[in-house]
């Protein structure tokens, strides 16, 4: 859709200048005019240029959207046309990148498309899941409804965001504190203690020869050493985002000891959100599972046992047994599948999961910050006794020589 830069004058006389969505300069004056702006110059803008903008664009926040969704749901539960619900939207969105893309969705319904069919046309912005809760919503009639179903959701995403952000910052704050503080001592302080220890003409204890020599090798190679983990850290992330070293990297988080409990949890809360989302919207299995295991998990590891339940449940196989089959869900979480799954509540079922599970994780996150403090405290304690040790030793030695002589 072409993007237009445009100069133009408001009711106050007042210069304003923008980019917007238009089909064409006339079309770009036509809707100026419909807010109140006279078109002074419009200039389209180059497909290189919307190319070159689209990849240096900021990501829309989640929180841009709840309210974008929100705002849309409550217009049209009252009735009011969806256009004029979309071109009031675009007035009261924060962010340019997505009042762009909703003003391209404005352009697309006007064209004689559908909102979901509209909103597909900018997949950069609306990811599947969006636009399939839509398109279902459209299909039953009940758009207001699954629009706010669809707000209430990413709110809740966003919260568990938040969640695992803020519990990370702490922890990396003290790791980041404690590694610097580590690498002055290593560094610098301890090669000097040695060289004064050293001056001192006596026979120095093993362990003491053991921290001096450790911390001018550091010293010594200290390039080397930084060269090498940020090998390390590029070749994981490497192995990561590959099919097959993906699926091994998160297997093998999920059998960290605390770390790996709050990943599953966080893994399985999303499940029965997703789930329950999905089936209540009206989507169908094979729509649900291939979403499922297009990287909304987080856990490709977990992703790949989806796809073989799929497979399970293909067969015929209930979910419970093709859930359980896997061995790595929860005994709860199981079931609670089975029992909804007799009952026909599956999507009632997966919901009360995903509220149950989301309280674990927040559990499991304050246990984990809980735990860190301790093991940073055990870890310094022996670092540094270590050290006073290593300094100690000799000067106590010198002093007992010091003592006996007089």
């Given amino acids: 859709m072409p993007l237009f830069r445009y100069t133009a004058l408001d009711g106050h006389g007042k210069i304003v200048k923008g980019t917007m969505v238009a089909l064409t300069e006339s079309d770009a004056e036509k809707r100026l005019g419909e807010r109140d702006l006279t078109l002074i110059q419009a200039k389209k803008l180059s497909e290189r240029f919307s190319a070159l903008s689209h990849i240096f664009k900021r990501q829309v926040r989640d929180r841009d959207l709840i309210e974008f969704y929100q705002r849309l749901s409550e217009s049209l539960e009252v009735g009011l046309p969806l256009l004029s619900t979309l071109e009031e939207n675009i007035k009261l969105i924060g962010s340019k990148r997505l009042a762009r893309s909703v003003e391209r969705v404005k352009l697309d319904v006007e064209n004689g498309l559908t909102l979901s069919q509209a909103m597909s046309q900018q997949s950069d912005v609306f990811d599947t899941l969006q636009i399939g809760i839509v398109a279902m919503g459209e299909q039953s009639g009940t758009l207001p409804e699954a629009l706010k179903h669809l707000a209430d959701f990413l709110e ?67 390039i080397h050493i930084i060269a090498g983990l940020t090998g390390i850290i590029i070749g994981t992330v490497i192995f990561k985002k590959s099919k097959w070293g993906g699926v091994k990297y998160d297997m093998l988080m999920l059998k960290l000891p605390v770390v790996g ?28 599972f291939e979403l499922m295991t297009d990287g909304i998990i987080g856990n490709k590891y977990i992703e790949k046992q ?69 093991a940073i405290i055990i870890f310094l304690g022996l670092f540094f006794g270590i050290i006073i040790l290593a300094i100690l030793s000799p000067l106590y030695d010198v002093i007992g020589q010091i003592s006996k002589a007089y």
């Avoid at 990943?263 to 989507?283: C, D, K, P, Q, T």
């Avoid at 029992?339 to 674990?360: C, M, S």
Wanted: charged letters at 20%; glycine letters at 6%.
């Fill in 261 to 288: 409990k709050v990943i599953l949890n966080s893994s399985v809360s999303r499940i029965g959100h997703y789930f329950s989302v999905m089936l209540e919207a009206g989507m169908n299995l094979v729509t649900i």
């Fill in 156 to 222: 809740w995403k966003y919260q568990q965001k938040s969640l695992l952000k803020r519990a990370s910052i702490y922890p990396a704050f003290i790791f980041v504190t404690v590694l610097v503080v580590v690498a002055i001592w290593v560094g610098y302080v301890l090669p000097q203690v040695g060289g004064f220890l050293e001056s001192m003409q006596i026979e120095l204890p093993t362990i003491t020869m053991a921290v001096i020599t450790m911390s001018r090798w550091i010293q010594g190679h200290w």
């Fill in 306 to 374: 989806l796809e073989r339940v799929f497979d399970q449940v293909k067969q015929g196989k209930q979910f419970f047994e093709a859930f359980k089959k896997e061995k790595t869900f929860p005994d709860l979480f199981l079931g609670a599948i089975k029992t909804g799954e007799q009952a026909g509540k599956l999507a009632e079922t997966f919901k009360r999961l995903g509220v149950y599970y989301d309280k674990e994780v927040k559990r499991s996150v304050k246990f984990l910050v809980a735990a860190f403090e301790p």
